[in-house]
């Protein structure tokens, strides 16, 4: 599809992605390919491609790259960054990426699932306790080498892991997305892979 064509075309899109100036040094990708190259995700997913990600953000695709699925595929390994001629650091592009996405009502899916578990963190400092069987398990191994059969967080622990939470702004995330998991707004995206490169299906038609 022309470009002239496209639904939302964003100028500011760079600017909007990169809010916190993580990534100041974007325009100076070299469109080189260094870090598909070396990505594991695009080993295994080809239509997973971060140096055409890099170029949809400078030129404004804001519609196609927000709704991509393929933008939750990244999962932060730096490879990437570590073979960047330029220094550009793909992984932090990608976490603000995402947030301008959740924003938007997309990927929601991918999130919400782990939200109990940030609240466990929140509330309890711990992200994940198992089954009474995995809880007696795990206590008998431990009492096997003769430390305390459960490990506990103490309040204080508790509190500056709480204290965390709030000041990054996690708990405000952690209660919108409940807010919008409940009213059910999450919007769907249906991408392809196609001449390599993402399509869109409701415009790439012929
Ligand atoms: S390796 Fe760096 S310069 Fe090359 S395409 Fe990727 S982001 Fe751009
Ligand atoms: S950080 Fe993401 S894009 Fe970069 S190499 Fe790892 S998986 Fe690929």
């Known amino acids: 599809m022309p470009r002239e064509n496209m639904t939302e075309w964003d100028n500011e899109l760079y600017q909007k992605v990169d809010r916190y100036n993580l990534v100041p040094n974007l325009e100076q990708c ?3 390919g260094k870090c598909t190259g070396n990505c594991p ?11 055409q990600i890099v170029h949809d953000i400078l030129a404004g695709d804001s519609d196609r790259i927000l709704q991509s699925e ?13 073979v960047c001629p330029v220094d550009i650091h ?3 592009l990608m976490m603000q990426l995402r947030y301008l996405a959740l924003e938007n009502g997309y990927g929601l899916k991918y999130v919400t699932p782990i939200n109990k578990y940030a609240y466990r963190a929140f509330t309890g400092g711990l992200t994940f306790i198992p089954g009474q069987r995995g809880v007696d398990k ?4 431990r009492e096997g080498i003769g430390v305390e059969p459960w490990p506990k967080v103490s309040e204080k622990a508790i509190a500056e892991y709480g204290a965390i939470f709030e ?4 708990v405000d995330w952690m209660k919108a997305l409940d807010e919008v998991q409940a009213k059910g707004e999450e919007k ?5 892979f196609m ?3 993402l399509i869109d299906e409701r415009y790439d038609t012929e």
């Open 30 to 32: 070299l469109q080189c």
């Open 41 to 51: 995700v695009a080993a295994m997913h080809p239509s997973y491609n971060p140096r």
């Open 70 to 82: 393929e933008i939750w595929r990244c999962m932060w390994c730096a490879n990437c960054y570590r």
């Open 90 to 92: 793909y992984p932090l």
């Open 138 to 141: 795990i206590k008998g191994l």
């Open 167 to 170: 000041q990054t702004g996690a």
């Open 188 to 192: 769907p995206v249906k991408l392809s």
């Open 195 to 197: 001449g390599g490169r």
